[in-house]
Every structure is written in structure tokens, then in C-alpha cells.
């Protein structure tokens, strides 16, 4: 079945990186995202990584995907105080047009000043 | 570029009586999501549509919850009668038909 699991707190220095992890259950997913909530907000697509890559750099983000271990991690370099909110790792099954996502529940990252 | 816009954005309303969430998706994406939002669920399908057309429902909760997509710049998301148990955020997201999802600001829905 279908799961995504990410740790629910992480907290890290301003000028810190930070590191925020998600693991997925099913292995036929094609596209990988990380989206961004703050608060009272919608959801932010950050990026995404397509399920035949490992790594996709974007400016001060990261993602690495390693598909024989079904991880995934985003690295947030520079972390800065307006990084806080929810981060949220969701898979994708499409091949060709689109599905909907399955979210994990979550990570919150404070970032300390 | 506007995005997806939701309406209301917050709302108030006692059990039993009707509620009617609306949604306009960016223009020229072909699909459209609608999501709830809860602590304890986290975020969940309702239902989404492809080319104004329902593809899958499975996840409405029951009969009390309908939606519609009468053309391509419009969606409702009905629930009638409401209860407290519906108090979620309930987003709506659009998507082109390659991927990626893009969401609205949300509607905050209170049941008394």
C-alpha cells in the first residue's frame, strides 16, 4: 500500500543546514515532492525529483532520492528564521497525466534566531 | 498569474446546515483536487477531476459530501448536512496534464 513517513519536529540554527527525511512505502512511484506550508497558508511546491534520479539541486535546496532504500531528503542550506513551517514529502504515480498525491503528515522546522 | 483561488476562506456554520466551498483552478490545467486537511488525518483526497469529469470519489466520506466541476474554471465541494466532525481546512489544487499540483490558499471550515 501507499505510506509516507517523515519525522513530525526538527529544529536547527539560523545559518544552519537543515536536513528533513521522508520514506515511502511503494516503489512504483515516478515523481517525488516536497511542498511547503506556513501558517494559514496553502501548500508551496518546492520541488520535485522524478523517480530516475538521486539528486536535484535548486539554489539553497537539496533533494536526494535513494530508490533501493525508498528515501528521500530535502536539504535546506543557509536556513534562515522565514524556512519555519510544515514540510511535506508526497509521491506520485503517474506515468502519463496525473494522480493525486499521498502526503506524509508532515515536518515542522524551527529555525532558532 | 493568478493562482488557484478558494472562497470562502474561513467559515463559520452550525450542524446541520449546508455548506458550499468553492474553487477556480488556473486556467489551462486540466486537473483539479479537492484535499482535506485535518491534525489527526493528515491531508486527504476527497476527490479529484480530470477535464471536468469525476475520476475517483472513493475518498468523499459519505453521501453528505458532492462535488461538482460544471466547466473548466469552476468547482464546488458540497456538504449537506454538516457536521462537527467536516471542521477541517479543505484545499483545492490544479494541475496540468503533466504533474505537479498546485494548491489554494484554503477554506477553514468550522461546524458548531
Known amino acids: 500500500g501507499e505510506d509516507v513517513e517523515q519525522s513530525l519536529f526538527l529544529s536547527v540554527r539560523e545559518g544552519d543546514s537543515s536536513v528533513i527525511n521522508c520514506t515511502y512505502t511503494?516503489?512504483?512511484?515516478?515523481?517525488l515532492y516536497w511542498y511547503k506550508q506556513e501558517p494559514g497558508a496553502g501548500l508551496q511546491l518546492l520541488t520535485y525529483?522524478?523517480?530516475?534520479?538521486d539528486m536535484k539541486q535548486d539554489q539553497r535546496l537539496t533533494v536526494l532520492l535513494n530508490k533501493k532504500d525508498k528515501h528521500l531528503s530535502l536539504r535546506i542550506a543557509d536556513t534562515q528564521t522565514g524556512d519555519s513551517a510544515i514540510y511535506f514529502c508526497a509521491e506520485s504515480f503517474a506515468s502519463s497525466g496525473n494522480t493525486p498525491l499521498v502526503f506524509g503528515k508532515g515536518t515542522r522546522l524551527s529555525v532558532i534566531a | 498569474d493568478a493562482g488557484v483561488i478558494q472562497s470562502p476562506r474561513h467559515e463559520v456554520t452550525e450542524m446541520g446546515q449546508e455548506v458550499t466551498l468553492r474553487c477556480k483552478p488556473i486556467s489551462g490545467h486540466d486537473y483539479l483536487f479537492w484535499y482535506r486537511q485535518t491534525m489527526m488525518r493528515g491531508l486527504e483526497l476527497l476527490i479529484y477531476?480530470?477535464?471536468?469529469?469525476?475520476?475517483?470519489d472513493s475518498g468523499m466520506p459519505e453521501d453528505r459530501f458532492s462535488a461538482k466541476m460544471p466547466n473548466a474554471s469552476f468547482s464546488t465541494l458540497k456538504i449537506q448536512p454538516s457536521e462537527p466532525r467536516d471542521s477541517a481546512v479543505y484545499f483545492c489544487a490544479s494541475s496540468p496534464s503533466s504533474h505537479g499540483q498546485f494548491f489554494g490558499p484554503g477554506t477553514r471550515l468550522t461546524v458548531l
Open positions: 511503494d516503489s512504483s512511484s515516478t515523481y
Open positions: 477531476f480530470n477535464n471536468n469529469v469525476p475520476i475517483d
Open positions: 525529483i522524478f523517480s530516475n534520479m
